[in-house]
């Protein structure tokens, strides 16, 4: 597919693998890469859960493979793994099976992911460095991985593909069962049952499953931010030079680190904003939403010794 048609996309994904034959037919490659299927059957009773947030860095500059070294980095992935690496498809997870083509591999040997599934991958290496973004990417150069690499001679590039619902209406996923299958994949994803919680590095992911997935990359960010306290992991977030999202994130986890309790502040966002709406979207914005109830909360009840967030009905 990659041959055909006059897409400029094309000579600019060819040019990117081009790179990774050249390199590798004059040096040969060595060290090893893993690929590992996780199945979870257990998933935390949001409802019900105590953890409190983890660390949260929000950034609009940078890039996850650039920035992320030493972290679990997200591929915002297709459930058929790849997605259009090898057709017309050239955004997050394209890209980065484009500088980084040994993840290639993996669309031969991953069966479709289902919704308690995750796929990762350690020790690939980068090839190439590129610009721009879907019409606009660009092959920019060759790219020199210095990563180290560990007792198997693995890069230390730990890449997890989770891929969200992709949501034809944009109300749909404010409904508790989508809002339960999103949090159960992110948490599947950063979830490592073995690894002991101070040995795990911290989340570098972004505006996992928007964009072409019509995600609401307010509330896929407070997902993300749930997932990654209920696997005992950090989180660098990157908003790709949307300054507004990041002051935006950063204020409302630092708020809620104090006042609220998301999960449940959701299904209520489901119940009095959306569950009813005639409109493509609510007239109240999530977060405005958020900041409402939790003011006007405090504002009605006295303080209680007992109360350790807040507890709504369904």
Known sequence: ILFEGRSPRKPE???TLFCYFRRVTEKKPTGLVTFTRQCLQEFPDWERSQKKLSRLHVTYEGTIE????????????NRFVGGGVTGAGLVQEEIRFLINPELIVSRLI?????????????GTEQYSEYTGYAETYR????????????????RYTEIVAIDAFHFRRFLDQFGPEKIRRELNKAYCG???PNVPPQHLSAIATGNWGCGAFGGDSRLKALIQILAAAEAGRDVVYFTFGDVELMRDIYSMHAFLCEKGDIYRLLLRYYNEECRSCSTSGPDVKLYSFMYNTIESYADSTDDDDEEKGLCFED
Not at 66 to 77: H, P, T, W
Not at 110 to 122: K, Q
Not at 139 to 154: F, G, I, L, N, V
Request: charged share 30%.
């Open 13 to 15: 994904k060819l040019k």
């Open 66 to 77: 650039s920035n992320g070294q030493g972290m679990l980095q997200v591929d915002f992935a």
């Open 110 to 122: 991953t069966e479709v992911l289902d919704h308690n599934e995750c796929l990762i991958i350690t």
């Open 139 to 154: 092959w920019a150069r060759s790219h020199e991985d210095k990563t180290p690499r560990d007792e198997w001679q693995r």
């Open 190 to 192: 950063f979830f490592r």
